[in-house]
């Protein structure tokens, strides 16, 4: 079976955790990456990208692989943003048709808001079978994110 793991990361937290998940697993790593970057300021990111998470939006995106029907199961690796998803996954999800594929999820959160989001992406992807909470690496929780990395990859193999 071949493997992907896929994410979009703001601050480099998704994409550290989404490199060393593709290195153990031995899958392929792509980034999705907004056509239209943020706002450049930190306040005015946060509040359009939780607006656009809020209200289901969907921004074009790119770095998607044209071959993403060769992978039968992706990992899928987002922030968190208002307690939901980050809407470039959100779009990544809705335009390549990938629901079915995606087995696992790992999460990158702040505010330790990770039910709501994962309830929100289990109602979208029925194939969901494992999960990771992982925190901001500049949290004080962030201290359990190496072991909970390790036992998500071993529950994935």
């Known amino acids: 079976m071949s493997k992907a793991v ?3 990361s703001l601050t480099g937290n998704t994409k550290e955790a989404a490199k060393e998940i593709a290195r153990k697993l031995g899958a392929k790593l792509f980034e999705i990456d ?5 706002p450049r300021k930190p306040a005015a990111k946060m509040l359009v990208g939780g607006m656009q998470s ?16 060769y992978y039968d199961e992706i990992i899928l690796g987002t922030p968190i943003w208002a307690g939901l998803p980050a809407s470039p996954v959100n779009t990544f999800i809705k335009k390549y048709g990938v629901a079915d594929r995606i087995n696992a999820v790992f999460t990158f959160s702040g505010g330790g808001d990770n039910d709501r989001c994962i309830a929100q992406l289990s109602k979208k992807l029925k194939n969901l079978k494992s999960e990771v ?3 901001d690496r500049h949290s004080d929780k962030a201290k359990d994110n190496k072991e909970k990395l390790e036992q998500f990859v071993k529950d994935i193999k």
Do not use: C
């Open 54 to 69: 809020t209200f289901g939006r969907t921004p074009k995106i790119k770095g998607v692989p044209d071959n993403i029907d």
């Open 133 to 135: 909470a992982l925190a």
């Open 6 to 8: 896929i994410y979009y």
């Open 34 to 38: 907004l056509a239209k970057p943020l």
